[in-house]
């Protein structure tokens, strides 16, 4: 089982930046591929950012310039760090794993709420 453990959410004003961090714990044999998605009230979820095995990295259109995802591949920590915040960055911000156990499984966090307002 794989357990995933979001933190660093918050409320931040516009153009202000907060850091989301996601700690991965179990028995993992490896990682494939982390991930962050959000989901904001009446919409449906969306990928915000993706981080390969390799550090390779795709960003939303929406979030190009602004966001940076990265990881710990040691220590099995991921980050997302948000700069210039917008109002409509507010949302559940949710991690994703691909991971292999006793298989190749897709994981996710309970979310973590960002706020973003004046």
């Known amino acids: 089982q794989v357990q995933l453990v979001e933190s660093g959410g918050g409320l931040a004003q516009p153009g202000g930046s907060l850091r989301l961090s996601c700690a991965a714990s179990?028995?993992?044999?490896?990682?494939?591929?982390m991930a962050w998605y959000r989901q904001a009230p009446g919409k449906e979820r969306e990928s915000v950012a993706r981080?390969?095995?390799?550090?390779?990295?795709n960003y939303a259109n929406s979030v190009k310039g602004r966001f940076t995802i990265s990881r710990d591949n040691a220590n099995r920590w991921m980050y997302l760090q948000m700069n210039s915040l917008k109002p409509e960055d507010t949302a559940v911000y949710y991690c994703?794993?691909?991971?292999?156990?006793?298989?190749?499984?897709?994981?996710w966090g309970q979310g973590t709420q960002v706020t973003v307002s004046s």
């Open positions: 179990g028995s993992i044999f490896s990682i494939i591929s």
């Open positions: 981080i390969t095995s390799s550090n390779n990295t």
């Open positions: 994703n794993v691909v991971a292999l156990t006793e298989s190749l499984k897709n994981y």
